[in-house]
C-alpha cells in the first residue's frame, strides 16, 4: 500500500511540473497586420475600377443606362446577355442519289433582355 501511495504522488507531481510549464499568463486580443487605408484595394462590381473600401465614385452617382443609383451603365446589371442555344429541327434533304442529308449545323442566337433589340 505505502509503495502504490508513492507512486501516485511521483505521478501527480510531474502531471503538476507539465501543467506549469504550458500555462498561459494572458490572453490579448489578436494583432492583425495592418495596411494603409490605400492599399486595401479591390475591383469594384459597382464602377469597374480598383479603389479602396467605401471610395466608390460611383457611390450617389445615377447609372446613364437604368437611372438606378450607385452604380455605372458599364456595370449596370441590366446589361447581362443570356446566351442560348437553340436547336433547330434539321430538314430532312434528299440528293440526286437518293441518300438523306443532315449534315446542316444548329443555329445559336444571343438573347439580349431589357433592350430594345
Do not use: W
Amino acid at each position: 500500500i505505502c509503495r502504490a501511495f508513492e507512486v501516485s504522488k511521483f505521478n501527480a507531481c510531474l502531471i503538476d511540473k507539465e501543467s506549469k510549464a504550458e500555462s498561459i499568463d494572458a490572453i490579448g486580443p489578436r494583432k492583425m497586420d495592418r495596411r494603409p487605408p490605400g492599399q486595401h484595394t479591390f475591383q469594384c462590381n459597382k464602377c469597374g475600377y480598383r479603389h479602396a473600401m467605401r471610395a466608390c465614385p460611383a457611390f450617389n452617382k445615377n447609372c446613364a443606362k437604368c437611372r438606378e443609383p450607385h452604380h455605372f451603365a458599364k456595370c449596370c446589371p441590366k446589361n447581362v446577355t443570356h446566351n442560348l442555344d437553340i436547336e433547330v429541327a434539321e430538314e430532312e434533304e434528299e440528293d440526286p442519289n437518293n441518300i438523306v442529308s443532315t449534315e446542316e449545323p444548329a443555329n445559336i442566337s444571343t438573347l439580349y433582355t431589357n433592350d430594345l433589340y
